[in-house]
């Protein structure tokens, strides 16, 4: 059965942006309850396997819907056709996110938002730019320092209005290409701009909150409890390689300050820390095994771990640091390696 909250994304073109979904995906397992959330992803055949393996790795349930494209443009519209997808009336809230933003905290704050019935994303330069509709809008009707919207982080009500207007979104992109006019760059974030801005439409408060946007000079990352959801790096624009780095960073910062920004240090520990002692894990071909007062015993050689929080474990040995999200019966987790963020998923032998 479906939740009432939808998320999804686009993956096309190069298996750069699978890598994206993955980092994506693993801050959402690490940092974000799933289990009123499903997740979709617009792509093509090429790619099923490939999320395929993300999600049997997670244990994320990650739906695809299929859409054959043409070019990098069509691509860059995709997230204009979710009222396309066959299940789309199985949800009230949906949220559309790009794949190079990782989740820092519960998404589940950004769906219990009250909204109305319009979109609501972040707000980046005014509509005179053409990334925001520019030279779509007449000014002469409309400010031309109304706030444009960054198209990255979207989330609205399934409502008819909401369709309708997607739905011309689609119909203006078909209509620049059948008269051969020239198409702003951007793909759709310009259409999107201007079709819900010219029906005030839009909200560029709301998520302020709760999503940042990290681009030439970005904000520090954090190092304290705060209520930002999902970090965007924007730029470069097309330089996904880039952006991991910049991802993986920021990923490895959040492992490093785990215990201040999440309040670990003040959670009360209450929790049983000798529930994992005497269990062996399987580690690839290997195993884990925790013992007493701190001290790890692996296939390879020894080592050590400490508690993060209830369901977290910093494991080291050797020259490597791995952060362990338990399940909550303490029988399987997730593994990422500090520095590239490799990651693994053990069970208890």
Known sequence: MACDNLV??????????????????????????????????????????DIYEISSLLEIPIKTKFIEIDSMHQALCARA???????????KKILYIDTDILAQNDLTEIFNLKIE???????????????????????????????????????FQNTKIMQKIFKNVIKDIEKHILLKKPLPPLGDQPFINYHFIKHSRQDTTLLDNYCKIYCIDPPPPPSDPNNIVLSHFVWPIGDANHKKERMISHMNHLLNNHINIYNAHEQPETYDKTVIVGNRYSWGDGYILFEDNGFLRTSWVGGTYKWLDKYTIEATWSIYAHVLKMNESYTSFISIRKGDLDCIKGEII
């Open 8 to 49: 999804y994304l686009c993956v096309f073109n190069s298996k750069e942006y699978v890598n994206l979904l993955k980092m994506l995906m693993i801050s959402v397992k690490f940092y974000s309850k799933i289990d009123n959330i499903d997740f979709l992803v617009f792509t093509n055949a090429k790619f099923e396997q």
């Open 81 to 91: 056709h979710i009222f396309d997808y066959e299940e789309i009336h199985l949800y």
């Open 117 to 155: 019935n319009k979109i609501y994303a972040l707000k980046e330069g005014t509509i005179e730019h053409e990334y925001h509709g520019g030279p779509m809008f007449d000014f002469n009707t409309i400010d031309k320092d109304i706030h444009g919207m960054n198209s990255g982080i979207l989330l």
